[in-house]
Structures are given as C-alpha cells and as structure tokens.
C-alpha cells in the first residue's frame, strides 16, 4: 500500500516550468556560450534592440495606465446619472427644423418646375392616392419623422425627386431649362402667333402634337455656330477630272433606320437627316479640336407613327418642314420649340392625299406640295410658306403623272420633270406654262435638278444654267440653257419661220432640245441628283446597286475618275447633300470648298472634304 501510495505520488508529480529568471538566466548562459561579449556591449546592444524584460515592463505600464484612464472618463460620464430613470436616459430626435427645412425645399422645387409649363407627369389622382413610407424599408429614408407613415402622391413625388437630387445633383443645363423665357422668345412666339392665326381659316392646325426645347437655349455658347458665310469672298474653282477629296469623320449617331432625306442648312454649319423611323437628328458640324466629339448631334425630334421621308430647313427663318406618307405634315420652330401640325388644305383634300414630297424655294416664300396622280398627269400645290394658305396648283398632262419638280434659282418659278420625259416650264407670277420641252432618250424619267447660274437674269424661265434629268435606265443627261438663249442656237435649231416663232413662243427653248453631255456610268435607275451650291459640283447616285455614286465637274461635264475608288466604301445610298465649305465649318473656310454627305440604308452618315 505505501508502494502504491508512492507510485501515484510519482504520478501526480509535474516538473513546476521555470521562472522568469531562469529563462533570462539561460538565454545569457547561451550567448555567453556563443561568443563572449563585454558590460559595455551588452548594455549598447540592450538599449538598440531592446530586451524581453524591458518589453514585458513597458507592456505592465501600459495596461495600467488604460485602466486608470477608462475608470476615471466613467465615472465622470456617470457623474450626476444616478438618480435618473432608464427611460429618461434617452429620447427621440423629431427633427422639427430639418423636416421645416425639406417642405420648403420642396415647395421651391415644385414651383420651378411649373415655372414654365405644367409636367406631363402631373395626374389628378395623385391627391387620392396614399402611399405608406413604413410599411417598406426601402421608403423609410423619406420619412420627416419616425411616426409619420402615410403620405399622399403629390408629396410622394416631391420626396422621391428631392431624394434623387440628393444622390445627383442638377445639372447647369437643366437649370437654364427650368428657367422662363427670354424677351426676345416672347417677341418670336408673338410674331408668330399672328401668322398662325391667319393660317387657321384654311389650314387644319393640330396642337396636340409634340413641344421640345428651343434649339437656341441648347446652342447659347456655340459661338462657332452663329457665323455666317462670308459674302464678297472670291469664288474657287475646282479642277476638272481630279478632286481633292478627303475623308473626316461621320455623324456619330447610328439611326435605326435608313436614311432618306440629308440636308444642310443655307448659312449654319447644321445637317439634318430623317428615316422612316420618324425621328429628325440635328447635328453640328464641327471639327475635333474645338468640339468635345465631332460633328456632336444637337437635338432630336421624335414623331410617333410618323415614317418621315422629306424633311428641309426654311432658307430665311428658323422652321423645319417635315413630312410623311400622312395627309397632313409638320412644322417645327427651332426659336420657340412649338411643333405644328397642318392636317389638310381646305379645297383641295382630293387632290393631296399624301405630302410626302415637298420642296420650298429658294427664297423661303412658297411650298410646292406634290399632289396625287391624275388620270394622264398629275398635280402640284403651291402654299405660302408663312401663312400656309393655299395660293396655285399646277396641272401638267404626262403618261404616268410627275416624277420629280424643282424649283428655279430666282424662285419665280418650277420646272416640273413627267415620268414620259416631257419637262415643263412653269411661271408661279403667271400661272401659266412658258415653255415644254422633251429629254432625249427618255425611257422612264426619275430624277430632276437645278444648278449654276447664267448672266441672262431675265430669262423666261429662271436663270439656272444647268438642267439634269435621269431616267430609269441609267442615263443622266445635262442641258445648258445659255446654249439654248444664244442667238446662234435659236437660229441653228429653227429651220423653218413656223419651228423659230414656236421657238420664241416658248421662250427661246426648243422643243426637243440637244443634251450637253450624256452620261452613261450607272447601270441601274438614277435616283439622286444633287448640285453644289455654284453648281461647279453634280452628284450622281443610285440607291439600287452598292456603291453607285459619281462625281461630275462642270462645267466641263467630265466626271472624277480618282474618286470614288473600290475601296470606298458607300454601302446603298439612300440620300446625298452638298454644301460650300464655309457653311459646312461655320465660317472656317480655309482651304475646304466644300463637304459631301452621302447616307446609306444602314443608317450612317459619312462626310467628305473637297478641297
């Protein structure tokens, strides 16, 4: 029993681990063992890198000090705590000033917002309709107080936008936008009510129709785009046969749809296009040095249901016509941004089932509405372009009716192009026809157009010098009229009395007239012709066939054989548009003459330098 008893000491017996001294006292013996070091070595060697019992002291101190300095800061916090109750140790913040302080912000931004005109999103159910802010952890946060729950629409509204212009600011161009409108808007807005009023007897005038922006509020620091085309400048001519043509970079918006009309404003660096996706894109052609992104888009106008095919700037004042396969057409004001629309001409609803196609003269005052074909010809109306009234109609006798029309250079008026290849000369002062003539080798006419100038001003039918007609097939024939009002020319061409006085009656154009040049590069129909505006630069293009476009010079009649190579690329051309240089780049001018826009059907624009 007492060996056991002895054992199970031995057991419960542990070695006791060594004290603090001890271990200090075997790191010494191990670094003397190593290598022997002096009183003076060790003590420097102490004071650099320190030792364990120094390390284990500093951390001593340091926990006493936290504790004495956590046992005073309570006791000062619970000094005079004592005697209170535990619900009188706390409270609620009810925000009196801060909620004051959102209402007012709140009425201030409503008042902005209908400074101008009402919101579209604006219900009168939105008085009866309440919302509850606690039952969502998500509407908490709109809360003025933590018992208020049930607000009603109106209010509701105006918490979300407070809230949402907490987290993003206001911009500075929304700002301008909110505020009323300028002097010099409300003189624009009066002028033009005065006109609309006089309109309104025979024209059908839909308000309900779109209001966007006012383009000058968009356009107030693009001083580049004020200028105006230097007038007095030295005409520049180009060189037959080759042409300086260089790429820049295209519109930078890609359009759903194919493009089918292009045009650039008479006197501001502006192009507009439009599609059958029934919205017209305004873009500034700008270079990329002084422009953010190059030629940026400006604004744009959506029209729902509307597939625009026509669309045109007024040349005098700040509208846009734009027109569909409807019976009615639209007419936009870029200085007030009020958007109309003209349902019908009274009178004549038969005749204009559709104003699809339009053309305004040069100098802004009429409107020529294609109208529908007749039964061996067809019908244009002609409407004031500031009362919209109707003024004339022309009636042409041709098998098929009218292909195309355009107005003359002086706006006094049409020359009208029948799908037989009879061209008509007609006067807007008169009323009447001045002259009728045949296009040679006509075979299905498409195309007409208008370009130069000649110095026989009082010519009876305009002073255009140059007339192009393409046709069905391909061919694309160039008429000079300062041929046909030369003395020598009328007498060559009349070889009896009777053809020379059917000739004078006709003013000075023969019948069947002898084309300048004929043109015979495209393959497929013509369905676009476009001249410069000096008429030194005709583009020839056709919307069947990739790539079909040519580039003529006149008036030499040749066409660029340098350009367009095989490795440019077209696509299908759908609209194209021409303008002189320092129109195109706000008054840059410099060595560009001129800037080529050719639109294709996947919806892009690409431009062209000529220089």
Not at 65 to 81: F, K, N, P, R, W
Not at 191 to 219: H, K, Q
Not at 278 to 303: C, D, E, G, M, R
């Amino acid at each position: 029993m007492a060996k056991s008893k002895a054992k199970g000491a031995e057991m419960v017996q542990q070695p006791t681990p060594p004290t603090q001294d001890e271990e200090d006292s075997d790191i010494d013996i191990m670094v003397d063992g190593e290598e022997d070091k002096d009183a003076t070595e060790q003590e420097l060697e102490r004071l650099v890198f320190g030792d364990s019992a120094g390390f284990r002291e500093g951390l001593r101190d340091f926990a006493l000090d936290q504790q004495e300095s956590g046992s005073e800061s309570e006791e000062d916090a619970q000094a005079g705590l004592e005697g209170l109750d535990d619900a009188d140790l706390f409270f609620t913040d009810t925000g009196d000033a801060t909620a004051q302080a959102a209402a007012a912000s709140d009425s201030g931004d409503d008042a902005t917002a209908r400074a101008r005109h009402p919101a579209a999103w604006e219900d009168s159910d939105d008085e009866r309709t309440l919302v509850s802010l606690a039952s969502a952890p998500r509407l908490r946060k709109l809360r003025r107080t933590e018992a208020e729950d049930v607000v009603n629409g109106r209010d509701y509204a105006k918490r979300l936008r407070r809230q949402f212009e907490l987290l993003s600011p206001r911009p500075e161009w929304a700002t301008h936008a909110m505020q009323g409108a300028t002097k010099k808007r409300r003189a624009s807005a009066n002028a033009g009510s005065d006109d609309e009023a006089s309109s309104n007897d025979d024209m059908d005038l839909d308000d309900d129709t779109p209001s966007v922006a006012p383009l000058d509020a968009l356009l107030r620091d693009a001083s580049t785009l004020i200028r105006s085309t230097t007038t007095g400048s030295k005409k520049r001519k180009l060189r037959p046969e080759v042409i300086d043509i260089q790429r820049i970079k295209d519109l930078p918006l890609t359009q759903p749809s194919p493009i089918t009309s292009l045009s650039f404003h008479p006197t501001l660096p502006l192009l507009l296009s439009s599609g059958p996706s029934s919205t017209l894109y305004l873009h500034h052609l700008a270079p990329s040095p002084p422009a953010p992104t190059a030629n940026p888009l400006l604004t744009s106008l959506h029209i729902r249901g509307t597939a625009l095919t026509t669309t045109a700037f007024h040349p005098t004042d700040p509208r846009i016509f734009l027109a569909a396969r409807r019976r009615f057409f639209h007419v936009w004001n870029l200085h007030t941004g009020r958007v109309a629309k003209i349902a019908r001409v009274y009178g004549h609803q038969h005749d204009q089932r559709s104003m699809e196609r339009f053309k305004l003269s040069p100098d802004g005052a009429s409107m020529a509405l294609l109208g529908s074909a007749r039964k061996g010809g067809g019908v244009i109306n002609i409407l004031s372009a500031a009362t919209l009234q109707w003024v004339a109609q022309v009636r042409i006798e041709s098998r098929g009716g009218i292909a195309d029309f355009c107005w003359w250079r002086d706006s006094r008026g049409l020359c009208i192009a029948g799908k037989s290849g009879e061209v008509t000369e007609w006067a807007l002062a008169s009323q009447s026809v001045v002259a009728r003539w045949q296009d040679e080798g006509a075979v299905g006419t498409t195309t007409l157009a208008l370009g130069g100038q000649h110095e026989f001003v009082k010519a009876a039918f305009g002073n255009d010098r140059w007339v192009v007609v393409g046709s069905s097939s391909g061919v694309v024939n160039i008429y000079d009229r300062r041929v046909w009002l030369s003395p020598a020319s009328t007498s060559g061409s009349s070889s009896t009395t009777t053809s020379t006085h059917q000739t004078q009656q006709q003013g000075l154009v023969p019948a069947n007239p002898k084309p300048t040049k004929t043109l015979q590069h495209l393959t497929t129909p013509t369905s676009h012709l476009a001249f410069s505006p000096d008429g030194q630069l005709l583009v020839v293009a056709s919307k069947w066939k990739r790539d079909a476009l040519r580039l003529v010079h006149l008036p030499s009649c040749t066409v660029f054989q340098n350009w367009p190579t095989s490795a440019t690329a077209l696509g299908r051309i759908t609209a194209v548009a021409v303008a002189g240089g320092e129109v195109a780049r706000g008054g840059a001018g410099g060595d560009v003459w001129g800037v080529l826009a050719v639109a294709n059907e996947q919806g892009r624009v690409r431009l062209w330098e000529v220089r």
